[in-house]
């Protein structure tokens, strides 16, 4: 049974850090991250392909790594300079499908295989 198991979720000043990471159980899928605010709808935030190719929505560029390591079976999201507008539910999702950083990104959110969720709130 292909589990996802997030954690490393918690509460932040604007400007701090935290580590997200994803245990799971399944090999040749494409892996990422969405998230989801109360009232908004889910967002692509990370994207790491099969081939190691990773893609960042453009709100979180430059500020996210996505990062995989296969031998621990974990999926990591580092964020940095957080800012209150990255307050969310943050999902890690996988998808056997064939498809480009971009459409995955964009499907992230409907991705049948996903976690619990961690819930991630930044302060001002």
């Known amino acids: 049974q292909v589990q996802l198991v997030e954690s490393g979720g918690g509460s932040v000043q604007a400007g701090g850090s935290l580590r997200l990471s994803c245990a799971y159980s399944?090999?040749?899928?494409?892996m990422g991250w969405f998230r989801q605010a109360p009232g908004k709808e889910r967002e692509g935030v990370a994207v790491?392909?099969?081939?190691?190719?990773?893609a960042y929505a453009d709100s979180v560029k430059g500020r996210f790594t996505i990062s995989k390591d296969n031998a621990k079976n974990t999926l990591y999201l580092q964020m940095n300079n957080l800012k209150p507008e990255d307050t969310a539910m943050y999902y890690c999702?996988?998808?056997?499908?064939?498809?480009?950083?971009?459409?995955?990104?964009?499907?992230?959110?409907?991705?049948?295989?996903r976690g619990q969720g961690t819930q991630v709130t930044v302060s001002s």
């Open positions: 399944l090999r040749g899928y494409l």
């Open positions: 999702a996988a998808s056997s499908g064939a498809m480009s950083a971009s459409e995955a990104l964009r499907r992230m959110g409907t991705f049948s295989l």
């Open positions: 790491i392909l099969i081939s190691g190719f990773t």
